[in-house]
């Protein structure tokens, strides 16, 4: 039987790859996917894959060509540009969403990564610089992947059995982001900083200012009544049908 080939395409990375160590294939700031087929659409109803909350993880493992890529390397903005990216090329550009009632196609080729400001980086390090407008506090974060996301969710997990109407989401979020206080790099005084010496209108600027600068896909779009709303990715983003 011949070999068929399947047709593949480059994904630019919102990051440009700036943020992976140079010896990592991301930092090159493309990665090249295949188109979906049946297999892939057999890993969306894998109901194992979707009760452990994996399906989509599994499916660009699928698509992704280079299979020395570790998915849990990418950055969050990175990973929602391949998943739009492997929406477009598994079932086509349209998506429909409601809104107010309404039924409105979005166009997903017409979304555009966010500009990302880069000048204050090292590159091939994850490492930002941030003064915290209030106390002028200078910081140093990064920015998370699914590594980061994983220990995040663990030590959650731990903290709902010890306090389970009291879970710091927030805090403990912040103390997996934020990496130097005045260049101390000590977890603990992290860990201090964030519980004892944040200001809230620190943390509200400072969680403002990540998501208006990290790199992701810009999901917003302007309606014909000039309004402009956030795309929701809803069930039926992978699920057409459902």
């Known amino acids: 039987m011949s070999e068929f080939k399947f047709?593949?395409?480059?994904?630019?990375?919102?990051?440009?790859?700036?943020?992976?160590?140079?010896?990592?294939?991301?930092?090159?700031?493309?990665?090249?996917?295949?188109?979906?087929t049946a297999k892939e659409e057999d890993i969306l109803t894998n109901q194992s894959y979707i009760q452990k909350g994996t399906v989509l993880?599994?499916?660009l493992e699928s698509v992704i060509i280079d299979?020395?890529?570790?998915?849990?390397?990418?950055?969050?903005?990175?990973?929602?540009?391949?998943?739009?990216?492997?929406?477009i090329l598994g079932y086509g550009k349209k998506y429909h969403v409601m809104y107010k009632g309404e039924t409105i196609d979005v166009d997903?080729?017409?979304?555009?990564?966010?500009?990302?400001?880069?000048?204050?980086?090292?590159?091939?390090?994850?490492?930002?610089?941030?003064?915290?407008?209030?106390?002028?506090t200078k910081i140093t974060y990064k920015l998370l992947n699914g590594h980061d996301n994983n220990k995040i969710d663990a030590e959650l997990r731990g903290?709902?059995?010890i306090q389970k109407d009291n879970v710091p989401e927030l805090?403990?979020?912040?103390?997996h982001i934020i990496i130097s206080v005045n260049g101390d790099e000590d977890s603990k005084?992290?860990?201090?900083?964030?519980?004892?010496?944040?200001?809230?209108?620190?943390?509200?600027?400072?969680?403002?200012?990540?998501?208006?600068?990290q790199p992701d896909v810009d999901m917003s779009i302007i309606l014909d009544t000039?309004?402009?709303?956030?795309?929701p990715l809803g069930l039926n983003f992978f699920w057409p049908d459902a």
């Open 57 to 59: 993880d599994k499916v």
């Open 189 to 213: 005084s992290i860990r201090e900083f964030v519980d004892g010496y944040m200001l809230a209108r620190d943390s509200r600027a400072f969680r403002e200012h990540l998501k208006n600068s």
């Open 108 to 136: 997903l080729t017409k979304l555009e990564n966010k500009p990302f400001d880069s000048s204050s980086l090292i590159e091939g390090k994850n490492e930002l610089a941030f003064t915290l407008p209030h106390s002028e």
């Open 159 to 161: 903290l709902k059995k």
């Open 171 to 175: 805090t403990t979020r912040l103390k």
């Open 7 to 36: 047709p593949t395409e480059e994904v630019d990375l919102p990051s440009g790859g700036l943020l992976y160590p140079k010896d990592n294939p991301l930092s090159s700031g493309k990665v090249e996917i295949k188109y979906m």
């Open 67 to 87: 299979k020395s890529i570790k998915l849990k390397d990418l950055l969050i903005g990175d990973k929602n540009a391949l998943l739009i990216a492997t929406r």
């Open 226 to 231: 000039g309004e402009e709303v956030e795309v």
